[in-house]
């Protein structure tokens, strides 16, 4: 298999970086992660004007570029080397694929000409208080009111849920699990931003009271959509992990270069060397799962479901892992709330958590291979 990317792709990878580099560097990522809303709508709304990054992967007819899932790879993976404070994931990694996975034609024309022109942010809503995310962890309720239907309920660990426009909230009807579009302001709708150890990404709360909801695809048929996005979801989240990785890797090997310490470079210890040794095999590991899985994503193999879980049980404990070895490697300084290591240590262990720690990405495996 050919892992190489296009002149194309890697003047998208070249463009986005720039625009990070400009847009998010490190003193926007700290002044952006101290607000309630934890992004910059100027900057969002550059990235769907100028870049077209939110349509990339949307296909033409609903107001896309009709990309495939590997340039969406590039853009997370940039995306996660800056930290950037953007409700990109939840939009494009979760909310997106759910819609396109689903066959209500309807509710794509409706929601994802809006999500490619940047005027909307979408975020799927599925945990719960119990934090799972698979069916049996689903218990907001949802009955029949005339032509919409009623939510009464909770959902929790919402990524960007206190910005979102359109919620894409999973529930229970008689008929099984159900996928329903709320908006914004929706009647009976109460959302409270959590405190969260990882200040980039915001998380919110959501009470639903009798909550007007409409319908997307069949009732008690979205559990197959969901899945699938879920899967497409851990291969995005696996590049941003890869991304995030390879800074600290280089954060690193540059840290062990210029400190001095008994006359000479750190980096000339071998204690030092196995460490930034063990870190550059996690890294390139990762990078080869989550190139794999983002290939079958845009293939629409029938590996996926089988990849995405891998790549995610992987990229997550070698995100976690290259994030404490870099701390360890700064010494007293990494420790600090100055230095940015600390950032990406706790965006690392949120990330590992988020759509499920690898060891329920390992059982999930296992089931799917029949083991």
């Not at 100028?50 to 009709?66: D, H, N, R, T, V």
């Not at 006359?263 to 063990?278: E, L, N, T, V």
Request: with cysteine.
């Amino acid at each position: 298999m050919n892992f190489t990317f296009s002149e194309e792709q890697e003047e998208l990878r070249r463009s986005i970086r720039r625009f990070l580099e400009e847009k998010s560097p490190m003193t926007e990522v700290r002044r952006l992660m101290e607000t309630s809303e934890g992004y910059d709508p100027a900057v969002w709304n550059q990235m769907a004007n100028q870049l077209g990054l939110q349509g990339i992967a949307i296909p033409e007819e609903y107001g896309g570029s009709g990309f495939s899932y590997v340039e969406l790879l590039i853009i997370f993976e940039e995306l996660g080397r800056a930290l950037a404070c953007v409700p990109y994931f939840s939009t494009v990694g979760m909310a997106t694929p759910v819609l396109l996975s689903s066959d209500d034609e309807d509710a794509k024309k409706e929601y994802l000409p809006r999500i490619a022109s940047g005027e909307a942010i979408a975020t799927l809503a599925l945990t719960e208080d119990s934090g799972r995310w698979d069916e049996a962890g689903v218990t907001l309720s949802a009955s029949k009111d005339g032509q919409d239907y009623k939510l009464n309920g909770h959902k929790c660990f919402v990524i960007d849920g206190n910005t979102a426009d359109i919620f894409l909230v999973v529930g229970r009807t008689d008929k099984g699990i159900s996928l329903f579009g709320v908006e914004k302001n929706a009647p009976g709708m109460t959302i409270t931003q959590l405190a969260t150890m990882d200040m980039t990404r915001k998380q919110a709360r959501i009470e639903f009271d009798s909550t007007p909801a409409r319908l997307i695809g069949a009732e008690g048929q979205a559990w197959s959509v969901v899945s699938k996005a879920l899967d497409l979801a851990a291969v995005a989240l696996a590049a941003e992990q890869v991304g995030g990785a390879q800074v600290c890797l280089d954060s690193s090997v540059e840290y062990a270069k210029t400190r001095i310490q008994f006359g000479r470079p750190i980096g000339s210890f071998q204690a030092i060397k196995h460490k930034c040794a063990d870190m550059l095999l996690q890294v390139e590991s990762a990078r080869s799962a989550a190139y794999y899985a983002a290939w079958s994503a845009a293939e629409d193999s029938d590996e996926l479901p089988i990849v995405a879980s891998l790549a995610k049980a992987y990229c997550s404990e070698a995100y976690f892992f290259c994030a404490a070895e870099n701390i360890q490697i700064h010494g007293g300084i990494g420790f600090t709330w100055e230095h940015d290591a600390h950032l990406y240590f706790k965006r690392a262990k949120s990330s590992e958590l988020m759509l499920g720690d690898p060891a329920y990405h390992r059982e999930l495996l296992a089931q799917r291979l029949g083991i």
